[in-house]
């Protein structure tokens, strides 16, 4: 059974960090592409943040590019996304997700097997 599980949500000042995992069962991680996608409530998921399959190549929309940062422990079969100079409008809950085909776009559309979701909150 395909499963991924998000954690390391949780609350920060503005300007922290915060490491968020994606745990994988059922498939091997790293033979797909995962993707991070964001969502407040009464709204659609956005802000994507992708790490593919096979170069390991990332697509982050650009309110999060220069700031999130990805890694797999394929040991683990594990996918992280490394959040920094975290800003309040960063807050939401986080999904992870496995893309549906190799190739493709970042977008919620082309992805499945979603988490639980882990909240996010930045603030004072």
């Known amino acids: 059974q395909v499963q991924l599980v998000e954690s390391g949500g949780g609350l920060v000042q503005p300007g922290g960090s915060l490491r968020l995992s994606c745990a994988a069962s059922?498939?091997?991680?790293?033979?797909?592409?995962i993707g991070w996608f964001r969502q407040a409530p009464g709204k659609e998921r956005e802000g994507g943040s992708c790490i593919s399959a096979r170069d390991r190549s990332t697509d982050d929309a650009d309110s999060v590019k220069g700031r999130f940062t990805h890694s797999r422990d394929n040991a683990k079969n594990t996918v992280y996304l490394q959040m920094n100079s975290l800003k309040p409008e960063d807050t939401e809950v986080y999904y992870c997700a496995r893309r549906f085909t190799r190739d493709g776009r970042c977008v919620p559309a082309e992805f499945g097997s979603w988490g639980q979701g882990t909240q996010v909150t930045v603030s004072t």
């Open positions: 059922g498939f091997t991680s790293d033979y797909y592409a």
